[in-house]
T-cell receptor, first 113, second 114 residues
Framework: SAVISQKPSRDICQRGTSLTIQCQVD?????MFWYRQQPGQSLTLIAT?????????ESGFVIDKFPISRPNLTFSTLTVSNMSPEDSSIYLC??????????FGSGTRLTVV | GENVEQHPSTLSVQEGDSAVIKCTYS??????FPWYKQELGKRPQLIID?????GEKKDQRIAVTLNKTAKHFSLHITETQPEDSAVYFC?????????????FGQGTILTVHP
């Protein structure tokens, strides 16, 4: 399965600032997915990022708040903008493996104070 | 869109017992159903998955069954061990040429008592 390097692993940020999370994959993948996992909750898809096109956002998530870049087939970034304490969550990237399953990055634990 | 319901939310068993977690989904077009195990502070790890062209799949102590007519699938863990304690998530995906995005259930906290 794919190996994903995600960073930072955790951060504590001031409200009103922005944080950019990076995911690097060891192989080329068509789609990369960004999820949010609020404390004690399940995973919710934020958006799907395809190389060469704009990301597709799920209901409740907007590009101004969560801009995504996908400059090539092995890399993507998610920015959490103008943060508030409600944005405190774990953010995970994910890719589809060649066998059809999905692998997750190690996650970024974000705390907004 | 797809909606996945997972039950129970918590499950407590004695070591050696079996554990069963059930999920239902709403979109009949879903064709891929993975199960993930997430230990505290760790990423979700795929433990088993099933595609819509089969009804059951086993991997050692873990099995998954799928009933497409009823739109539900279940995870079965036999001979549970304390290291099976974790949060388990089911998910469903609607695919085309690839399997597309995952919709997750709410999760089940499994505790295996020694």
């Amino acid at each position: 399965s794919a190996v994903i390097s995600q960073k930072p692993s955790r951060d504590i940020c001031q409200r009103g600032t922005s944080l950019t999370i990076q995911c690097q994959v060891d192989s080329q993948v068509t789609m990369m997915f960004w999820y949010r996992q609020q404390p004690g909750q399940s995973l919710t898809l934020i958006a799907t990022a395809n190389q060469g096109s704009e990301a597709t956002y799920e209901s409740g998530f907007v590009i101004d708040k969560f801009p995504i870049s996908r400059p090539n087939l092995t890399f993507s970034t998610l920015t959490v903008s103008n943060m508030s304490p409600e944005d405190s969550s774990i953010y995970l990237c994910s890719v589809e493996d060649s066998g059809g399953g999905y692998t997750f990055g190690s996650g970024t634990r974000l705390t907004v104070v | 869109g797809e909606n996945v319901e997972q039950h129970p939310s918590t499950l407590s068993v004695q070591e050696g017992d079996s554990a069963v977690i059930k999920c239902t989904y709403s979109d009949s077009a879903s064709n891929y159903f993975p199960w993930y195990k997430q230990e505290l502070g760790k990423r979700p790890q795929l433990i088993i998955d099933i595609r819509s062209n089969v009804g059951e799949k086993k991997d050692q102590r873990i099995a998954v069954t799928l009933n497409k007519t009823a739109k539900h699938f279940s995870l079965h863990i036999t001979e549970t061990q304390p290291e099976d304690s974790a949060v388990y998530f089911c998910a469903a995906s609607v695919g085309g040429t690839s399997y597309g995005k995952l919709t997750f259930g709410q999760g089940t906290i499994l505790t295996v008592h020694p």
